[in-house]
């Protein structure tokens, strides 16, 4: 499932963002890639350890946690560390890939599946030229390229690249997400079904067959969910 997750930070917090990557150090990408993606990633990171990547992680991560989207399409169960890229100039590219099926957590050691990657935007789409992300999804490719503060989250599967930055520089937060419920289309099931429930309710109030397909959700997370 491929699907744009609007406003997971605050304009305060999307310039707190953006000020603390002003004055941020810069690394190659490439460092962090696997074998086959290290020769397409041409791009520059924050080093994982330094304050401005643990402030930036910190405001995400909270933005995430408190997001109703977020939590009902990716149901968590461990979240990499984000990191910060940016594409412009002589590293403004990363050709195709599909990202490393398991990471390490630089934090903890923890291994993460990467069922689920996400990117949130940090520059807003008319600061730069070219940029898009762009996902191989099953009816074609997709072009993706949001307002900064919204995130798209797709299949950790899937064949995509970015789009090479032909002017000014393209921020972005970048994570993987293991997911209690490993496949994606039983992950489509529910997050079709949560969104439903929440109409109904939304629309009527709370009835008899609300509380029973509430039920029915749970019953099929609890049968799915590996906690
Ligand atoms: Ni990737």
Same mark, same amino acid.
């Given at each position: 499932?491929?699907?744009?997750?609007?406003?997971?930070?605050?304009?305060?917090?999307?310039?707190?963002?953006?000020?603390?990557?002003?004055?941020?150090?810069?690394?190659?990408?490439?460092?962090?890639?696997?074998?086959?993606?290290?020769?397409?990633?041409?791009?520059?990171?924050?080093?994982?350890?330094?304050?401005?990547?643990?402030?930036?992680?910190?405001?995400?991560?909270?933005?995430?946690?408190?997001?109703?989207? #977020?939590?009902?399409?990716?149901?968590?169960?461990?979240?990499?560390?984000?990191?910060?890229?940016?594409?412009?100039?002589?590293?403004?590219? #990363?050709?195709?890939?599909?990202?490393?099926?398991?990471?390490?957590?630089?934090?903890?050691?923890?291994?993460?599946?990467?069922?689920?990657?996400?990117?949130?935007?940090?520059?807003?789409?008319?600061?730069?030229?070219?940029?898009?992300?762009?996902?191989?999804?099953?009816?074609?490719?997709?072009?993706?390229?949001?307002?900064?503060?919204?995130?798209?989250?797709?299949?950790?599967?899937?064949?995509?690249?970015?789009?090479?930055?032909?002017?000014?520089?393209?921020?972005?937060?970048?994570?993987?997400?293991?997911?209690?419920?490993?496949?994606?289309?039983?992950?489509?099931?529910? #997050?079709?079904?949560?969104?439903?429930?929440?109409?109904?309710?939304?629309?009527?109030?709370?009835?008899?067959?609300?509380?029973?397909?509430?039920?029915?959700?749970?019953?099929?997370?609890?049968?799915?969910?590996?906690?």
């Amino acid at each position: 499932m491929l699907l744009q997750i609007k406003n997971v930070l605050t304009a305060d917090e999307l310039l707190q963002a953006q000020n603390i990557i002003s004055d941020a150090p810069w690394v190659a990408g490439a460092e962090s890639a696997g074998k086959q993606a290290a020769d397409v990633k041409n791009n520059q990171q924050i080093p994982h350890e330094c304050d401005a990547a643990r402030a930036i992680r910190n405001l995400v991560l909270r933005g995430l946690d408190r997001h109703p989207t #977020f939590f009902s399409a990716t149901l968590p169960k461990r979240v990499f560390p984000p990191r910060v890229n940016r594409y412009g100039g002589d590293t403004n590219a #990363f050709g195709n890939h599909v990202d490393n099926s398991i990471r390490f957590a630089p934090d903890t050691g923890l291994r993460i599946r990467t069922d689920i990657s996400c990117t949130l935007f940090l520059a807003e789409p008319d600061q730069y030229d070219g940029g898009e992300l762009v996902i191989q999804d099953l009816g074609g490719p997709r072009s993706i390229k949001y307002a900064a503060g919204d995130a798209v989250i797709y299949p950790g599967t899937t064949l995509h690249q970015v789009a090479p930055v032909t002017r000014g520089y393209r921020l972005a937060c970048f994570f993987w997400i293991e997911s209690m419920v490993r496949a994606d289309e039983q992950r489509r099931l529910l #997050f079709d079904l949560d969104t439903t429930i929440i109409a109904m309710r939304n629309a009527t109030g709370d009835n008899a067959a609300t509380v029973a397909l509430t039920g029915t959700y749970h019953n099929l997370l609890r049968m799915w969910a590996d906690t």
